[in-house]
């Protein structure tokens, strides 16, 4: 059983609206822009990888502000030793959310080590994040989404998703124009 | 292990008085001492790294977020951090400054670090990345903080090298 990315970002959009928001390149970009595009939500449109340790960057310096990743599994792959570097300092005002749709979607919709069996959120626990789920329904996603943000400690979450998106990746939304309206937001 | 103590004091006061306050970091023989300074300075936030590349996602994080960083790494680290420093770093206009400890240059005796020391420069060339040495001194303190001048003022990477002749206590 799963459920669409989309379906999972408008359920948790309003929690999205007031906390730092650092994103994948591709679907969850494109996606989370549709449903509506705020200045504190951040896209890191290519560096496969690096949106976990960007937040990660974000959740020290700021450690006021709570912090929230929308990754992937093809991306975590990528970075799979960030998830050690995230366990070592373990903010407590990150939440890590990890849409699973066991594919390389937006380059052919080829399979990711996922499809075969690798298992991120127990990947993720065994490098040592405190807390970690594994989720394969909307209301269960909305559920892990608000005890992760309630639970103040870095929280992994594996959302088993469709393997569809939208029709287009390229939006609106200049990268440089996001980039320092995101800053400006940040700093303020 | 003749790792210049020195050296890699003028190198940490020079950071902090440029106002670095988050430093990402792999360990490598030459940086030893530089990320001991930064883990008992409790006014630095050190990051300590599986891999470099995410060190370009930390400091790009912390710079969105008005934190001066820098990355200490090995030249291979560069190597390694590549991706990251093109497709974040340069594509967003992040002010990066990066702190490379320049393996196998002349003196250098472990044959293992020869071939990444042989393209190093041309590769900092062929990304446009503005780069000086730090090998004597005298010039340390001015040139980091020349380096974080131009990162911040361009927004972009700047590399420093950090050489054998200042980060050795060795005659050869």
């Known amino acids: 059983m799963s459920f669409r990315r989309l379906d999972a970002l408008k359920a948790v959009y309003d929690r999205l609206a007031s906390r730092v928001v650092v994103t994948i390149m591709g679907a969850v970009a494109a996606e989370l822009q549709s449903i509506g595009h705020r200045p504190n939500f951040f896209y890191l449109q290519h560096a496969m990888g690096l949106a976990s340790s960007l937040g990660l960057g974000i959740a020290l310096a700021r450690p006021e502000r709570q912090v929230v990743v929308l990754d992937g599994d093809g991306s975590v792959l990528m970075n799979l030793g960030g998830l050690t570097t995230l366990a070592r300092y373990r903010p407590r005002n990150l939440v890590h959310v990890v849409f699973d749709n066991e594919s390389l979607l937006s380059v052919g919709g080829f399979p990711t080590a996922t499809a075969t069996g690798s298992d991120i959120a127990g990947i993720a626990a065994a490098a040592g994040i405190p807390r970690t789920a594994t989720v394969r329904t909307c209301e269960e996603f909305q559920r892990a989404f608000d005890e992760a943000l309630a639970a103040g400690e870095l929280t992994t979450i594996v959302a088993k998703v469709e393997a569809v998106g939208p029709s287009a990746y390229v939006t609106e939304l200049s990268l440089l124009e996001n980039r320092f309206e995101f800053q400006k937001f940040l700093r303020a | ?172």
């Not at chain 2, 291979?76 to 196998?104: D, E, K, T």
């Not at chain 2, 020391?117 to 040495?133: H, N």
């Open chain 2, 1 to 172: 292990m003749p790792v210049s103590t020195a050296g890699s004091r003028l190198i940490y006061d020079a950071l902090k008085a440029s106002g670095i306050r988050m430093l990402s970091a792999l360990p490598e023989t030459w940086l030893v001492h530089l990320i001991r300074m930064a883990d008992d300075d409790p006014e630095m936030v050190l990051v300590r790294l599986a891999k470099e590349e995410e060190g370009v996602g930390v400091s790009a994080g912390a710079h969105l977020a008005g934190v001066k960083s820098a990355m200490l790494m090995q030249n291979h680290g560069f190597l390694a951090s590549i991706n990251g420093i093109v497709s974040c770093a340069q594509l967003y206009r992040i002010p990066l400054l990066m702190l490379i400890s320049y393996r196998g240059e002349f003196g250098e005796r472990d044959p293992w670090q020869t071939e990444g020391g042989g393209v190093t420069e041309d590769l900092l060339r062929a990304l446009k990345i503005p780069f000086a040495r730090l090998e004597s001194p005298d010039h340390v303190e001015r040139r980091i903080a020349k380096a974080q001048t131009l990162a911040s003022s361009s927004n972009k990477p700047v590399a420093l090298l950090l050489c054998r002749d200042l980060m050795w206590e060795d005659a050869a």
